[in-house]
């Protein structure tokens, strides 16, 4: 079996609370922590705060989450810098994935062309993380860009394998009604970044995730099957950072990441031992 290493999602703590997401994430047990890109802003100038706040919990950065336009040809240049420099955030650092997903709801599925945008502005993103020493993850969003099986069959076969990988989140496969233990197992070599988000089985909940309070189910008590997912994960020997993502929950958030925490170690079936 590979090394799991648990990581908590920074977001639900807001774009003015990075230092307390940091302490309150340490305190729940939890070995990394993953941010949204926006902190790349907050703290590249100031890098060295950063760093030193992360080392007086040992917690590591598991990754950065950036939205992309990447059907956008016009924009193109601009959506490869912008991923560029958060790399470069995440490089400098010494650790964590770039996690880039599709920025917007995509109103009708792509042609051809718009196949190809995507593939090589994701494929750029990936060799200027190679550049900066760390991985580029595309992950796949409900209604989003490649939210099939086939799609995202396609998206891989289109773009170098050596700079792009997949991450997968539990919430937006079930929402797209794809099985997460099932993608987990097809795309096992190319699979990089797990998150694990729980969703309300609610058909009339939106088919999209919100990070409004209240729109999540509580971690484990959702639609995910989480057990089989982590079966997945162990029997491919998966190696790398599973992040827990309780955006939308009511609780606060140190008390949402605690009970996600601790639902990981006692029941999701990947520390069955």
């Given at each position: 079996m590979g090394e799991i290493r648990l990581s908590c999602y920074a977001a639900p703590w807001g774009g003015e609370g990075a230092i307390k997401a940091i302490t309150d994430i340490a305190d729940c047990g939890f070995e990394g922590l993953e941010f949204p890109s926006g902190v790349v802003q907050r703290f590249e100038d100031r890098l060295h705060v950063f760093e030193e706040i992360l080392d007086t919990t040992s917690l590591k950065l598991s990754g950065l989450l950036q939205s992309v336009n990447l059907v956008d040809k016009e924009k193109a240049d601009e959506q490869v810098?912008?991923?560029?420099?958060?790399?470069?955030?995440?490089?400098?650092?010494?650790?964590?994935?770039?996690?880039?997903?599709?920025?917007?709801?995509?109103?009708?599925?792509?042609?051809?062309?718009?196949?190809?945008?995507?593939?090589?502005?994701?494929?750029?993103?990936?060799?200027?993380?190679?550049?900066?020493?760390?991985?580029?993850?595309?992950?796949?969003?409900?209604?989003?860009?490649?939210?099939?099986?086939?799609?995202i069959k396609r998206l891989l076969a289109m773009t170098n394998p050596e700079v792009v990988s997949l991450a997968v989140d539990t919430a937006e496969l079930t929402l797209s009604d794809l099985d997460p233990a099932k993608i987990v197992k097809t795309h096992a070599g190319?699979?990089?970044?797990?998150?694990?988000?729980?969703?309300?089985?609610?058909?009339?909940?939106?088919?999209?995730?919100?990070?409004?309070?209240?729109?999540?189910?509580?971690?484990?008590?959702?639609?995910?099957?989480?057990?089989?997912?982590?079966k997945a994960l162990i029997d491919m020997k998966y190696d790398g950072w599973i992040t827990v993502d309780i955006s939308g929950e009511s609780a606060s958030p140190k008390d949402a990441a605690a009970a996600g925490h601790r639902y990981l170690l006692r029941r999701s079936g990947l520390y069955p031992y």
């Amino acid at each position: 079996m590979g090394e799991i290493r648990l990581s908590c999602y920074a977001a639900p703590w807001g774009g003015e609370g990075a230092i307390k997401a940091i302490t309150d994430i340490a305190d729940c047990g939890f070995e990394g922590l993953e941010f949204p890109s926006g902190v790349v802003q907050r703290f590249e100038d100031r890098l060295h705060v950063f760093e030193e706040i992360l080392d007086t919990t040992s917690l590591k950065l598991s990754g950065l989450l950036q939205s992309v336009n990447l059907v956008d040809k016009e924009k193109a240049d601009e959506q490869v810098e912008r991923a560029a420099n958060s790399a470069r955030f995440a490089g400098a650092t010494g650790q964590g994935n770039l996690i880039v997903c599709h920025s917007e709801p995509l109103a009708e599925a792509l042609d051809d062309d718009g196949w190809t945008t995507a593939a090589a502005i994701i494929e750029e993103i990936g060799f200027r993380c190679r550049d900066f020493g760390i991985t580029l993850c595309f992950m796949p969003k409900a209604r989003h860009l490649a939210d099939t099986d086939r799609d995202i069959k396609r998206l891989l076969a289109m773009t170098n394998p050596e700079v792009v990988s997949l991450a997968v989140d539990t919430a937006e496969l079930t929402l797209s009604d794809l099985d997460p233990a099932k993608i987990v197992k097809t795309h096992a070599g190319r699979l990089k970044s797990v998150r694990f988000r729980d969703v309300s089985g609610s058909k009339r909940r939106a088919e999209i995730t919100s990070s409004r309070p209240g729109t999540a189910p509580q971690f484990g008590r959702g639609a995910v099957k989480f057990d089989a997912a982590s079966k997945a994960l162990i029997d491919m020997k998966y190696d790398g950072w599973i992040t827990v993502d309780i955006s939308g929950e009511s609780a606060s958030p140190k008390d949402a990441a605690a009970a996600g925490h601790r639902y990981l170690l006692r029941r999701s079936g990947l520390y069955p031992y």
